[in-house]
């Protein structure tokens, strides 16, 4: 697979592996509850969204420095550009690390850091984007947005992730309505494992521009329509829905149906270092799986580039 992607949903802290995390727990003297590799990949067994999220947020407790969060993103990308990533819009939580005392300013020079120096070795551009969790207040989410935006911080957009059932976008709406107005790009996870009501409400009410897996627009066909209709880009993750128990199994994936219809999917490895592989590993899948000839591939590649928020002259250097 050596089409030029865009990486569009991808979270930075799912790309720390586990010998990483023991690195990093060493040499920043934090004591994690699985101390050995053994007893970390015991943990990676996952029976819905949440118990991923609970040994995620666990582990990213080893990330302190500026230095680690550039280490962590240069060896993502490094491993993107290896699998035939040409643009990457990187996702973290700023929550994450600021309730554990972290300073932003340096959690994203850090990122930033590793983000140009991927831009330098391997020619991959780039956009960062900060989601809010759902599970927490939104007048968290409004507190952190509004002193990124007052204080300059250098992110391109705002996204929505964590737990989603019981946590809809309707709650958000006001955070991503001053995120728009201050010339942000707005995404956000829905369909993942809530309903597609939520879909639309993110539509409708946070008006994002992608929606991040959306499988569960299936089960509206008004709303597939729609989708179609608008050209929606979907940012689908095949291998994560799997060990999510999304869905029980490739074979059981809704991609191709997808494609079919008309969707505008395409590829993404949402937690790579979790669920058993990047960017490669997710084509290969689904490549395999539903015999996707060479013009449904680049179907999936143009998807990525066109759903990316690069300026028209750079998607068409990529298509
Ligand atoms: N955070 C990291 N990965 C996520 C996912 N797949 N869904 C929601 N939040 C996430
Ligand atoms: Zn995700």
Not at 75 to 80: C, H, P, Q
Not at 238 to 267: C, E, F, W, Y
């Amino acid at each position: 697979m050596k089409l030029p992607v865009a990486e569009l949903h991808i979270h930075l802290e799912g790309t720390l592996e586990p010998e990483t995390i023991l690195r990093l727990a060493g040499q920043n003297n934090i004591e994690l509850p699985w101390p050995s590799l053994e007893e970390l990949r015991a943990q990676y067994n996952f029976s819905n969204l949440q118990s991923f999220l609970d040994l995620f947020y666990a582990n990213m407790a080893v990330l302190r420095t500026a230095a680690d969060f550039q280490e962590i993103t240069t060896a993502y990308l490094l491993r993107a550009h290896e699998s035939g990533v040409r643009h990457v819009e990187l996702f973290f939580d700023p929550q994450a690390h600021l309730e554990r005392g972290l300073i932003l300013a340096e959690v994203i020079a850090g990122i930033r850091a590793g983000l140009d120096e991927g831009l330098a070795r391997w020619g991959i551009t780039h956009r960062l984007i900060a989601c809010f969790w759902r599970h927490a207040p939104a007048e968290s989410a409004m507190e952190i947005l509004r002193t990124l935006v007052q204080e300059k911080h250098a992110i391109d957009g705002i996204g929505l992730d964590s737990s989603e059932l019981g946590y809809p976008p309707i709650l958000f709406q006001e955070v991503f309505a001053y995120a728009r107005e201050n010339g942000l790009h707005v995404v956000a996870h829905a369909g993942e494992e809530g309903p597609a009501e939520y879909i639309v409400q993110a539509i409708d009410l946070l008006k994002v521009e992608r929606i991040d897996h959306g499988i569960r627009c299936l089960e509206d066909p008004a709303l597939v329509q729609r989708l179609v209709a608008e050209q929606m880009p979907l940012t689908v993750c095949p291998l994560s829905n799997v060990r999510l128990r999304a869905v029980d199994t490739i074979a059981d994936h809704p991609l191709r149906q997808m494609l079919d219809l008309g969707l505008k999917v395409s590829i993404h490895s949402d937690d790579p270092a979790y669920f058993g592989g990047y960017l490669d590993a997710n084509f290969a899948a689904v490549i395999g799986q539903f015999d996707l000839s060479r013009e449904d591939q680049a179907v999936l590649a143009r998807n990525s580039v066109e759903g990316s928020f690069l300026d028209a002259p750079a998607k068409a250097m990529l298509l």
